[in-house]
């Protein structure tokens, strides 16, 4: 694991088997410098151990950048659950992973990701007390963030379109929506009312379905929505989607959605920036969720301040796209610096 591409000096890295549950899981500690290593969980079918590892090891890494510049005294870490046709999700296999997660202690925080609702995360909680993103507590009325991502993630999109395109309204520009799960489809809400055309796409036919009536979307492809030509491209599916091969075909000059790791390599923000495409890089605008689900854990929150912090996120986007202007450097790069530097000076 010590040579695996993306092992950054991770703090711990966690494989945890249930046979009796069937659980195959991997629990990775980035960094607790800034607090405890706190971020979702995925559920996923991954074609192998070394896929899921890899997931594990740069989702949690994610984790330490997005929670360092969302300000939050939290560190990152991240778990992946290996499902598979004869390992299918279930309350024992949720209970096992959540006793897994106490015996770290605390230095994991756990809560929803791809493939984990909150229904999921009351299960885990009756195993161990380091959950978030549980419903009815003071701060949060459901204990889901992805409404809160989407808040942040449109905010974002304000701020770029602002930054790029010199404008302050959405109305009438064209976004493309990879995704209509949780993050997507309540992004498309906020937009749709500030009067943007969408162009959306889901491997769910009757998502698409729903946007499209809602919303009076264009109903894409999911091979073709990365190439719609659209002043915003939102990717919220999964991540790795921007390479050598896909940006060269790109018909927008902003990329600012919620997926995590949409860089498939690090010289990818690079290629964007080359591709004269502003990027809000992933783990600066998605992070709304982290920041409700972080400060329910955290306590002392109200409603109202933890979205007057969701609210900060466009400036700091706004100060990542300035030094890029100013530098001629690519923004991933830029906000890598940030985070490193905030990481650094917590150790
Ligand atoms: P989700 O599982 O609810 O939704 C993902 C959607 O993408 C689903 O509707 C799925 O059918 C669709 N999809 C999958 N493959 C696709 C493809 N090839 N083309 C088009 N659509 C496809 O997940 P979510 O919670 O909405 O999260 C979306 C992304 O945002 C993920 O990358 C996640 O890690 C990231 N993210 C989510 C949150 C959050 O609060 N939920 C926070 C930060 C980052």
Same mark, same amino acid.
């Given at each position: 694991m010590y040579d695996h591409p993306s092992f950054d000096k991770h703090e711990r890295v966690v494989f945890a088997h249930d046979a009796a549950s069937g659980l195959r899981a991997i629990v990775a500690v980035h960094s607790t410098a800034r607090g405890p290593g706190a971020g979702g969980c995925r559920f996923w079918h991954?074609?192998?151990? $070394?896929?899921?590892?890899?997931?594990?090891l740069r989702l949690s890494r994610g984790m330490s950048y997005k929670n360092? +510049?969302?300000?939050?005294?939290?560190?990152?870490?991240?778990?992946?659950? +290996?499902?598979?046709?004869? *390992?299918?999700?279930?309350?024992? +296999? @949720?209970? !096992?992973?959540?006793?897994? /997660? #106490?015996? &770290?202690?605390? #230095?994991?925080i756990t809560a929803e990701d791809v493939g984990a609702s909150v229904a999921d995360m009351e299960i885990v909680a009756g195993q161990t007390r380091y959950v978030s993103g549980l419903p009815r507590t003071a701060v949060s009325s459901d204990g889901n963030p992805s409404p809160k991502t989407a808040l942040g993630v449109y905010?974002?999109?304000?701020?770029? /379109?602002?930054?790029?395109? $010199?404008?302050?309204?959405? *109305?009438? &520009?064209?976004? =493309?929506?990879?995704?209509?799960?949780? /993050?997507?489809? #309540? @992004?498309?809400?906020?937009?749709a009312a500030d009067g943007a055309k969408l162009r959306v796409a889901d491997v769910r036919e009757a998502v698409t379905q729903k946007a499209a009536a809602q919303f009076d979307a264009v109903v894409s492809? %999911?091979?073709?929505?990365?190439? #719609?030509? =659209?002043?915003?491209?939102? %990717?919220?599916?999964?991540? !790795?989607?921007?390479?050598?091969?896909?940006? %060269?075909?790109?018909?927008?000059?902003? /990329?600012?959605?919620?997926? $995590? $790791?949409?860089?498939?390599? =690090?010289?990818?923000?690079?290629?964007?920036?080359? !591709?004269?495409? &502003?990027?809000?890089?992933?783990y600066v605008i998605n992070a709304g969720g982290i920041i409700s689900c972080g400060r329910e854990y955290l306590g002392g929150a109200t409603a109202a301040s933890i979205d007057a912090e969701i609210h900060r996120i466009p400036a700091r986007l706004t100060e990542i796209f300035a030094r890029s202007g100013a530098t001629g450097r690519p923004t991933s790069e830029l906000a890598d610096e940030m985070a490193r530097q905030l990481l650094a000076e917590a150790r």
């Open positions: 991954y074609d192998s151990t $070394n896929a899921a590892l890899a997931d594990a360092a +510049m969302a300000g939050l005294p939290l560190g990152g870490g991240k778990a992946v659950v +290996m499902l598979d046709p004869e *390992r299918p999700k279930t309350p024992a +296999m @949720l209970e !096992a992973f959540g006793r897994y /997660v #106490e015996s &770290l202690q605390g #230095e994991y905010l974002g999109i304000k701020a770029a /379109v602002k930054f790029k395109l $010199n404008k302050d309204q959405l *109305r009438d &520009l064209t976004v =493309a929506v990879q995704g209509l799960g949780g /993050v997507g489809y #309540e @992004l498309c809400k906020l937009l492809t %999911p091979d073709q929505i990365l190439f #719609e030509r =659209a002043d915003v491209l939102a %990717p919220c599916a999964l991540g !790795a989607i921007f390479d050598a091969t896909s940006i %060269p075909k790109l018909q927008t000059s902003i /990329v600012a959605g919620a997926a $995590n $790791n949409q860089l498939a390599t =690090a010289q990818d923000g690079a290629r964007l920036h080359a !591709a004269g495409v &502003l990027y809000a890089p992933d």
